[in-house]
């Protein structure tokens, strides 16, 4: 929910910041989208990265990750150095989004609770983009664009922390050969055939 809450606060909180901060167009263009473009073109590279290590502890990197740089993020005062924090934090919430969802599965192994979890899940993203803009509009209205990174500490430190004492932590296991139909293996010579 407040990985996508991310992407929808900035809307609000970017005139502030670029009164305070005096990016360039081009800077303000990517302090904006640069979170957004990490996080979507870094999914599927950072769910293989759970398989291998484990989505646990893939996802209280990620929070950690996430806590630490919304606070350096908040007390910068260089539109350069802006872009990068938003970078990383993009590059946190790719880690979060596929662990928390590989976690659901490993965890869940009825289809039907599975199916209520993954539900839930994808309601939190809906939420979670349906509250940003009011979320960021109180924060701004009371405090200042800092505080659209500050929101982000207590809350990644109590999933950290969280997910330490009360997620499960499978096995990690190591990908499965390839295999392929006796007619894939004739078009496919590298794979190994799953009748041999």
């Known amino acids: 929910m407040l990985l996508f809450m991310m992407l929808t606060i900035w809307f609000l909180a970017i005139p502030q910041l ?7 167009s081009i800077q303000t263009l990517w302090i904006i989208d640069i979170y957004g473009f990490l996080m979507a073109g870094l999914l599927v590279t950072m769910g293989t990265l759970g398989d291998r290590i484990g989505h646990r502890k893939l996802l209280v990197a990620g929070a950690a ?5 919304s606070l350096i993020a908040a007390n910068t005062s260089d539109p350069a150095l802006m872009i990068v924090w938003r970078a990383v934090l993009g590059i946190a919430a790719a880690t979060q989004m596929p662990a928390t969802l590989g976690l659901i599965f490993a965890t869940f192994t009825d289809a039907r609770k599975r199916g209520i979890a993954v ?5 939190g993203i809906s939420v979670g983009t349906a509250l940003g803009p009011v979320i960021g509009g109180a924060l701004l209205e009371a405090f ?3 505080a659209a990174f500050l929101v982000a ?3 990644m ?3 950290a922390i969280g997910a330490l004492l009360l997620l499960p932590n499978p096995a990690t296991r190591p990908p499965a050969a390839p295999t ?7 078009w496919r010579p590298y794979c190994r055939s799953s009748t041999a």
Request: aromatic share 12%; hydrophobic share 55%.
């Open 65 to 69: 990750v996430f806590a630490v740089v």
């Open 144 to 146: 200042s664009w800092r």
């Open 119 to 123: 539900g839930v899940w994808s309601g």
């Open 157 to 159: 430190a109590i999933v």
């Open 180 to 186: 392929c139909s006796a007619w894939g293996c004739r």
């Open 18 to 24: 670029a009164a305070d901060l005096k990016p360039s």
């Open 153 to 155: 500490v207590p809350v």
